[in-house]
């Protein structure tokens, strides 16, 4: 039953355009709020850079752990961990799909890290975007990835790297080249990514916390 309705649902606004919320968001955010987003390199199975906008869309801040070479892997790791370890008694952290927690578990594992209490802390602070996404909208979207909804609803990506596996091929020449611009360029994109994680908790507090459907045009266009 509740599948037909899904499909229902989803029918309905891919024909109308329309953006339904069924479900009220309810805002779960307790102390600090941290978005949070890997780029992993899976042909030599590193993890290369850790990136985290620390606050809202409007007012945060970006904040990065970077391994310039696959060997320098677990010296980011560590360095994860220790700032782990700064933050606040109470925090959120917000990313999109599950496989950040997925590589934060193998990464701990790797490196001997399961009871760092650090890391205890922050993957309990998990809130993954878009199973919030699913529980409360239907989007006119086929596909419900990070950049389908977010570039939807206005969001924008100012780097050259243009995916996630645009972003293996530019490591692969930054690890030939050594040209920082291509290095810089990644980041850019990393940063991009968890404003947009950003960008739709900003977007469900404004516009999801109430049964209502939108129809074209929209309020935040």
């Not at 600090?32 to 590193?46: A, G, N, Q, Y």
């Not at 060997?71 to 925090?91: N, Q």
């Not at 997925?102 to 993957?123: K, S």
Request: hydrophobic fraction near 35%; proline fraction near 5%; aromatic fraction near 16%.
């Amino acid at each position: 039953r509740r599948a037909l309705d899904s499909a229902k649902r989803q029918a309905t606004s891919l024909r109308d355009k329309s953006v339904i919320i069924h479900t009220p968001f309810k805002d779960k955010t307790r102390g600090l709020e941290i978005h949070f987003d890997i780029e992993s390199h899976p042909p030599t199975d590193v993890d290369y850079l850790y990136g985290f906008w620390i606050g809202d869309y409007h007012s945060g801040t970006y904040q990065r752990f970077v391994a310039e070479t696959p060997e320098d892997e677990r010296k980011m790791w560590r360095a994860f961990l220790s700032w782990t370890e700064t933050l606040p008694e109470e925090y959120t952290v917000y990313h999109y799909a599950a496989y950040e927690l997925q590589r934060l578990r193998q990464l701990a594992e790797r490196y001997g890290d399961e009871a760092h209490p650090g890391f205890e802390r922050f993957v309990n602070a998990l809130q993954d975007v878009k199973d919030i996404i699913r529980a409360s909208c239907v989007f006119p979207v086929y596909f419900y990835s990070l950049k389908s909804i977010a570039k939807f609803l206005g969001a924008s990506w100012g780097s050259d790297v243009k995916g996630g596996g645009e972003s293996v091929i530019a490591f692969d020449r930054w690890l030939e080249t050594k040209d920082r611009a291509i290095l810089e360029d990644i980041i850019v994109y990393n940063k991009d990514d968890v404003r947009a994680t950003a960008f739709l908790i900003d977007w469900l507090r404004t516009y999801g916390t109430s049964q209502i459907v939108y129809e074209p045009p929209y309020p935040w266009k």
